[in-house]
């Protein structure tokens, strides 16, 4: 059996489908591993995984909030700058126990700078858009830091982290390359330009049962089922001036909306609410989906695939070229609708809701998606695709797999 390394950022969005795989890993026998600081670990241990502890660095200043493409340059420098902080600590962790094999999510830094060296196969984890020689997405983020003033800062700090721990020479836009395999977390229907895609990617789709958590639909006024609207921007965003609009959008409208308005955000803050409309801090998003009949977001891709696996027509929302590359393709496919965050006003909500809640084509279009998920196999087809990468005598006997 191998020992097999995962290096995640601690959002969900980046977390969460690598732990049903570990989770996987670890029952047919494999020894897993993360580095994780606190609040990840207690994530991570359900799985049987272990824990390589780290100490973030210090939060400085106000949160980032990631609404223009400077911020989104200046959250990537925040992201060095934690790499930064934390490699040592983590070469410390495996300096006598080095992984076999490292899966890294393509955020995650750290992984392809200690695979490359410590000469050691890794595999990328795309909870995003994959890259390929047809569809180089990195050339987004190149160009984002183009015209920023962060572009001289990133370069010198990334020359600085590889000087002192070996790391080969890399620039930013290799960590947006794909790897010698790569797992995709989408089916390959939904991925862009997907005909440029070969056999280093297996495309599993996404890999989360559904969270653990309750959620009860209110029951309906009349004799009519109530539509519920979801509305959420992930755990990255915090916007209040946008659930205050949605407040106004969508106050006395004909169904039930409920809004998962992140940490950033004080429920309270957004003053007394209509009858109709429920906020919250978080909640457990796959279970409100299952009921949900449409589904504002920002369609980072976790919240996508489980939008679609439960079958929601969506309206995007994007902020970032990553959320816009998805938001143009959920477009593309007939499984839903965009605005500009900048046209989303009360008004432009309330019509784009209204119009999703009354297409049925879309929900055909859904279904035949939903089917496409089901192919693609999740956790147990990503676990084999790992395996696939470790030599004959670290991989189990087929009695050992469950």
């Known amino acids: 059996m191998a020992h097999i390394a995962f290096f995640s950022l601690a959002e969900s969005g980046h977390l969460n489908p690598t732990l049903p795989i570990a989770a996987e890993l670890v029952a047919r026998g494999h020894r897993v591993t993360y580095p994780a600081d606190a609040v990840m670990a207690e994530r991570i241990r359900p799985t049987g995984a272990e824990i390589v ?74 909870s995003a858009h994959a890259a390929s020689e047809g569809f180089d997405f990195g050339r987004f983020i190149v160009d984002m830091f183009a015209g920023s003033s962060y572009l001289t800062e990133f370069d010198s700090l990334l020359a600085t982290v590889r000087e002192r721990h070996g790391v080969p020479p890399l620039e930013l836009h290799d960590f947006y390359r794909p790897a010698e395999f790569n797992l995709v977390y989408q089916p390959k229907a939904f991925h862009v330009h997907n005909e440029t895609f070969d056999d280093r990617y297996a495309f599993v789709g996404p890999t989360n049962p559904p969270a653990p958590g309750d959620f009860t639909p209110p029951s309906p006024s009349s004799s009519e089922e109530t539509p519920l609207v979801y509305v959420a921007l992930g755990t990255i965003i915090s916007d209040p001036a946008f659930f205050h609009r949605c407040v106004r959008a969508f106050s006395d409208q004909p169904y039930h909306v409920v809004m998962s308005v992140g940490s950033g955000v004080d429920p309270a803050s957004l003053g007394p609410l209509p009858r109709n409309i429920e906020a919250h801090r978080s909640v457990p998003q796959t279970a409100v989906l299952a009921h949900a009949d449409a589904f504002v977001t920002h369609t980072g891709m976790n919240s996508t695939m489980e939008a679609l696996a439960a ?56 279904t035949a998606m939903q089917n496409e998920i089901r192919k693609a196999g999740g956790a147990p087809v990503a676990a084999d695709a790992v395996e696939a990468r470790l030599s004959p005598s670290q991989r189990p006997s087929a009695s050992a797999r469950r």
């Open 53 to 126: 502890p780290y100490a973030p660095a210090p939060a400085s200043g106000e949160a980032i909030v990631v609404d223009s493409m400077d911020a989104a340059a200046r959250a990537t420098l925040a992201m060095l700058e934690q790499v930064e902080h934390a490699l040592p600590q983590i070469e410390d962790g495996y300096a006598d126990d080095r992984p076999d094999l490292i899966v890294n999510d393509w955020l995650a830094w750290s992984g392809p700078m200690l695979a490359a060296s410590w000469h050691i196969p890794r595999i990328q984890s795309w």
């Open 311 to 366: 079958g929601v027509p969506m309206l995007a929302l994007p902020r970032t070229p990553e959320t816009q590359t998805t938001a143009d393709r959920v477009v593309e496919l007939g499984l839903g609708h965009t605005l500009a965050p900048a046209d989303a006003t009360a008004d432009r909500l309330r019509s784009v809701v209204a119009d999703l809640l009354a297409d049925a084509s879309i929900r055909q279009r859904l």
